[in-house]
C-alpha cells in the first residue's frame, strides 16, 4: 500500500516537471527540470520493477544529456547583430540603440554582440555569422532579417519598450511589432501543455487500472524457459543479446550513424569562428584541490561500478549499454569540470570502430551457430557482447561530446 502511494506520488510529480520544462522561460531552468525528471523516471522504473531501464534512464537521461544540452547553450547562445548607425547621428541616440541591443536577449540566455557596420545591408546579410542587420533611420529602426521568430518579436518589443518606433523592412505595418513576445511563446506552447496533459491521463488511468498483480506463472514459465535456453538469469540480457540480436545490433549501428553525424555537423558555426570565446569551457573557475580529490574518489566508484554491470549484466540489472554510459560519464565529467580529456578523439573513433566490427562479427557467428552451442559458450557469448557493447558505448557517447567541445582544430579534444 505504502509502495503504491509513493508511485502515485512519483507519477503525479512526472507530470508537474512536464509542465514546469516547457513553461520555463529560461532554457538553463528547462534543462535543470528536464534533467529533474528522468531521475523522477528511473525512481518510477525502480518501484515498476525495471532496474535495467531505471539505470539507464539515470545515467543517460538524467546525467549525459544534461551535460549535452548545457554544453549546447553554452556553445550556441551568440547572437550577431550588425549595426547600421544613421549618418551624423547624436552620439546619445546611438547609444541607446545599441543598449537596447545588447540587453535584448538577457531573459534568453543569448550574448548579443552588436558589431557596428558601415557596409550596405545586402552586404552585411550575406556575411554568414550574421543574424539580423539593424539600421537606424531618422526617428525609427528597421529590421532587416528573419521574421516572425521569437527572438525578431524579442528585439522589437525591447525597442518598443524603450520609446523607439521599429519596423521590419519593406513593410509599413508597425502594430504588430509591439505586441508582448510572451503572448507568442505561451501560444506556441499550448500544445506541449495539452500533450503533457493526455500523457498524465493516461499514466493515471493506467496506474489505477493495474489493479492486483494476480499470479506470477506466466512470469515464472518465460523465467524457467529463458535460463533454461540462454543460461542468463537476466532476461532483459538473454532477449537483446539472444531473442532480439538483431535490434541489438541496429542499435549499435544508430550510435554509429549518430557518431558520423555529430562529427560532420558539430563544427564550428561561423559566428564562433569570429567569436572563438564561445567555445571556452562551460566551467570558468578552476575546481579546488578538494573537489578534485573528491572527483577522484567519484571516478574510481563509477569506473568499478560500471565494470561491474557490464561483466555481471547477463544475471543482474545491467549490461554493456548502462555500463558503457557509466565509463562515458567518467570521461564526459572528467573534461566538464577539469579540461582534461582522458580519451582523445582519434583514439575515441578508433576504438568505436572497432567495437562495433567486433559486435558485428561476433553476432553474426552466434545467429549461424546459437542453436547449437552448449549454454556455457552462449553465457561467454554474453559475457563478451557486454564488454564489447560497454566499449562502444564508452567511446560513441565520448565522442559526441567531445566533437561538442571540440574546437575545430582538434587540440582541445587531442590533448592528454
Known sequence: MIENGILAGVLLLLCVLAILTVSMERLFTAVVYAGTLSAAAAFAYMLLG?????????VIGSTLSTVVFLVTLKKYRIFVVRFLPEKDSDS??????????????????????VLQASEPVDTLLSYGDTDLVVEQKSGHVVIHGEQHSEILERIKHSFHKAGILAKYAGSGDEEHFHSDPKEGRLRHRWPALAFILVISAALFYGYYSMGAPGTASLWEAIRAVG??????????AAIYLDYRLFDTLLEALLLLVSVIGVSQFAGLSKAEQVHPEVNQNPVKDNPSHVMLGSLGIVYVFLAVFGGYIIVTGMDGPGGGFQGGALLAAIIIACHFVEKRVLLPLSRAARLEKIMYVLILA?????????????????RLHFLLMNIFIGLKVCSGLSLIYLHFMSSGTGKESEHE
Open 50 to 58: 525495471a532496474p535495467d531501464v531505471a539505470l539507464a534512464e539515470a
Open 92 to 113: 546619445g541616440s546611438l547609444k541607446k540603440v545599441m543598449s537596447v541591443l545588447s540587453r535584448s536577449l538577457e531573459k534568453k540566455e543569448m550574448e548579443v554582440h
Open 227 to 236: 535460463i533454461q535456453e540462454t543460461g542468463a538469469k537476466n532476461l532483459v
Open 362 to 378: 561476433l553476432g553474426s557467428l552466434y545467429l549461424i551457430f546459437g542453436p547449437y552451442v552448449s549454454v556455457d559458450v552462449k
